[in-house]
Structures are given as structure tokens and as C-alpha cells.
């Protein structure tokens, strides 16, 4: 009965429900037609509506990013610094006048400004100024900021590319009141030259420089002079490959009581004079991977390590060392020390090279080849825990200066001096104990002085040196 219905409303022309949604989606299709003006301004509306919604969806991503920007990096300058006036109406040097040109902006205190290299702050505080500096061509920052004591904080900014700098020599050099210091991101590939960037910055506790890339850096002497405040510093990923000057490298750094030098690269090295100078509280130090084979000068290398208990310096290559006097000034925790493998024969300075190394109970220098030396004085003055010294190998002929050579050796109680020559009169000794034996040969016994009266001399015949 049902299907009868059906195909009588088929035959009276009416659609089944599914054929008549069909047929109004093809009516709708067939009545747009786009060549019809109202169908294209339809049509027009709804592609504009879609730009419009693109554009606007741009625009906010754009400002949140612009935002976001903004928030970490609020002005885009070169550099933030902040100085301290100690006084109302105080006139303070910026920067050193003669990098004014290539500074093309300037903000203090949030007002742009004519750059300049002295400014007068109304009154006393911290100030902050922002520079901007070209970075079209290559440039120096040597002595960009040195001796301005009123610089307390220095930032660079990440986002400014420092590929162009090429020399950071005495950058921040005597900036005593510098305690801040932010290099993070500091692009230093170019630069060759690191010596005093840091001199006298007597006052930072704190400077990350791990991110340095020191690959083409010649001459870091005196880099970090004078830093008796900092903590610590990583110097773990310097590449020191072309290095030839590393001289006081870490003078004065005295709070750290190791310090990790395994990633150097020490075979272009030439000097490396004071280079742990002052570091008072250094314990311990690992130079097993230095290659010495090159450098000339380690005259106050170790100088003031008092802390210092031992040192293996067996790996070293000496034969092209000329000065190596003080070399162990100070070191007076110092028990033992190897130098087994030092060849002197081309150095002409060993005065005060062990002096006052007060725990020293034993020294083992027989290898050492003296005929250039002409400067032994005070070479073991203080050594008051040594008992007895062997140093009949020495040959002093061009020996100028031995004075008090054996100063203050109060348990010094065996000295072999057989193979001496002096000439002139010298006064080796003093403050020696009361008794004691010593070698000497017969022609010079009479021109040392201050050999305590009950010591055995023990003569040596000039031709038959080492026959009693």
C-alpha cells in the first residue's frame, strides 16, 4: 500500500525527500551564475572578507613577536653601560674621545643625545647610556674604555654582530669600579689581540668569557692582571692555537684554589712569564699537556703560589728558556718538585728561583746545565727545610752575581760546591746552622764568606776535583 503511494506521487511529478534536497543544491548552483553583477559582488565581498581576516591575523602575530622582542631586548644598541656619579653636577668620561666617530647614536638616562665623551649628570647616582656603533667596518675597541673608574656595569647586547672588532687591547683596562661585566654572545673571531683587556678590573668577582673564540688571538699578556675579587673563571674552551704571548695571563688571581688549563694548546707559546703569578690560593695545578718546546721566558711563573703543595713539571721542554729566575718565588708550601727533564743550557738567569720555599726538603737539579747563568743570587735563600744540596755539577764561570745564595738555609747541613769557580769574593752564606760540612774547591776557599767556623770543609784539589 506504502510503495503504491510512493510511485503514484512520482507519477503526479512529486520528488521523493532525497531527490528534492538534490534538486534545490542543483537549483542553487544554477541560479548562481557568475556572470550575473550580483553574483560577482558576492563573491568579490567574501574574498575581501578573507584578506581582511589574513591581514589582521599577520598584524597580531607580528606586534606579539615585536612584543616579545621588545621584552628581551628593549633598546637595540651595541652596548648598555651604567656609571656612577658620586655628586650633583659631576662631569664623567663616557669613553675615551678618540672613538667618538664611530659612535652614531647615543642614550642617557632614556634622552637621545649628540655623542659625546664627557657628560655632566645633575645629579649624583647611577646613570645608564646606551651606544650604538657601526658595524660596517672593521674596528678597534683598544683602550676604548681605559682608566674610566666610573664604569661600574657593561653589557653587550647579543643581537649586534662584533664580527668587525679586531683588537680588544686594554678595552677595559684600570676600570676599578667595574663589577659587572656581560659578554654572552661577544663574537670575537677576528680579534688577534686580548692583551690588558681586563687590566686592573680590581673589583669584578665574576666574568663569563666561555663563549670566546680566541682561534686567530696572538698576545693575551696581562689579560687578567689584578683580579683579586674574582671567583672564578672558565677558561675551558680557549683555543690557544696561535697564542705566542700568554705572560700574566692570570696575575693576581687569587681566590680559586684550581684552575683547568687541559684544553690549552701551548706549542706557539713564548712566554709565559708571571703567568700564575699571585695565585695565592692555587693547591694544585695539571700542566701535563703543555709543549714548552718554544717558549723563552718563565721567569716568576709560579710566583707567590703559597698554596702550592706540588708540581710535576717533568713533561717540559726547556732547551730554548732564557730566564728563569723567581720562577718559584714564594712557593712556600712547595714539598716536592720535579724537574727532571729541564734543560738550562741556553739560561742565563736562575737568581731567587727557589727562594723562600721554606718546605722544600729536598731539590733534585743534578741535570742542570749552568754554563750561560751569570745571575745566581738569592737562589735558594730562605730554603730553611732543606738539609743538603749537591751541586757539583754546576758550572759557574760566567756566574756575575752569587750573593747570599744559601741565605737563611737554617737546616742546610750539607753543601757541595766542588765544582765553583768565583770571581770575585761573595758572601754565600748566612743564618746557617752552627755545624754543617762542605765541599769547595782549594783556589776559592778563600773567597766565600760566612762559613760557620765549626763546619768540616772538605778541600778539593783544582786538578783532582772530586778527590778528597
Known amino acids: 500500500m506504502e510503495m503504491d503511494s510512493i510511485n503514484d506521487a512520482q507519477k503526479d511529478g512529486i520528488d521523493s525527500p532525497n531527490n528534492y534536497i538534490e534538486n534545490i543544491q542543483n537549483n542553487n548552483i544554477n541560479n548562481f551564475n557568475f556572470t550575473d553583477k550580483k553574483s560577482r559582488k558576492f563573491l568579490f565581498l567574501i574574498i575581501l572578507l578573507l584578506v581582511f581576516i589574513f591581514s589582521i591575523t599577520i598584524i597580531i602575530i607580528i606586534c606579539s613577536n615585536s612584543k616579545e622582542d621588545s621584552n628581551q631586548n628593549p633598546k637595540q644598541y651595541s652596548f648598555e653601560l651604567v656609571y656612577y656619579s658620586d655628586k650633583d653636577n659631576e662631569n664623567i668620561t663616557l669613553i675615551n674621545s678618540s672613538f ?246 741556553n739560561v742565563e738567569n736562575m737568581e731567587h728561583m727557589f727562594y723562600d720555599c721554606s718546605n722544600l726538603t729536598y731539590i733534585d737539579i743534578s741535570n742542570f746545565n749552568t754554563q750561560n747563568v751569570t745571575y745566581m743570587n738569592h737562589m735558594f735563600y730562605g730554603c730553611s727545610s732543606l738539609t743538603s744540596i749537591d751541586l757539583s755539577n754546576f758550572d759557574t764561570q760566567n756566574v756575575e752575581n752569587m750573593e747570599h745564595m744559601f741565605y737563611d738555609c737554617s737546616n742546610l747541613t750539607y753543601i757541595d760546591i766542588s765544582n765553583f769557580t768565583f770571581k770575585t769574593t761573595v758572601k754565600l752564606f748566612d743564618k746557617l746552622p752552627d755545624e754543617g760540612k762542605i765541599k769547595i774547591n782549594e783556589d776559592y776557599k778563600y773567597k766565600v764568606y760566612l762559613i760557620p767556623d765549626n763546619w768540616e770543609k772538605i778541600i778539593v784539589n783544582i786538578e783532582n776535583k772530586y778527590m778528597l
Do not use: A, W
Open 100 to 345: 667618538i666617530e664611530i659612535i652614531v647614536k647615543m642614550e642617557i638616562n632614556d634622552e637621545i643625545v649628540t655623542p659625546c665623551s664627557y657628560y655632566t649628570f645633575k645629579k649624583k647616582g647611577n646613570h645608564k647610556i646606551y651606544f650604538n656603533i657601526q658595524n660596517n667596518k672593521t674596528i678597534s675597541m683598544n683602550s676604548m674604555f681605559k682608566k674610566i673608574n666610573n664604569l661600574i656595569s657593561f653589557t653587550f647586547n647579543p643581537y649586534i654582530n662584533t664580527y668587525n672588532i679586531n683588537d680588544m687591547t686594554e678595552t677595559f683596562y684600570g676600570c676599578s669600579s667595574l663589577v659587572s661585566i656581560n659578554l654572552t654572545n661577544f663574537d670575537t673571531q677576528n680579534v688577534t689581540n686580548m692583551s690588558y683587556m681586563f687590566y686592573g678590573c680590581s673589583n669584578l668577582t665574576y666574568v663569563d668569557i666561555s663563549n670566546f673564540n680566541i682561534e686567530n688571538v696572538k698576545n693575551m699578556q696581562l689579560m687578567f692582571y689584578d683580579y683579586s675579587n674574582l671567583k672564578s673563571i672558565n677558561l675551558r674552551k680557549f683555543e690557544t692555537l696561535n697564542v705566542i704571548d700568554m705572560n700574566n695571563i692570570l696575575h693576581g688571581y687569587s681566590n680559586s684554589t684550581s684552575i683547568d688549563l687541559s684544553n690549552f694548546n701551548t706549542e706557539k707559546f713564548k712566554y709565559m712569564n708571571h703567568m700564575f703569578y699571585g695565585c695565592s690560593s692555587l693547591t694544585s695545578i695539571d700542566l701535563s699537556n703543555f709543549d714548552t718546546q718554544n717558549v723563552e721566558n718563565m721567569e716568576h711563573m709560579f710566583y707567590g703560589c703559597s698554596n702550592l703543595t706540588s708540581i710535576d713539571l717533568s713533561n717540559f721542554n726547556t732547551e730554548n728558556v732564557k730566564y728563569m729566575n723567581h720562577m718559584f718565588y714564594g712557593c712556600s708550601s712547595l714539598t716536592s718538585i720535579v724537574l727532571s727533564n729541564f734543560d738550562t743550557q
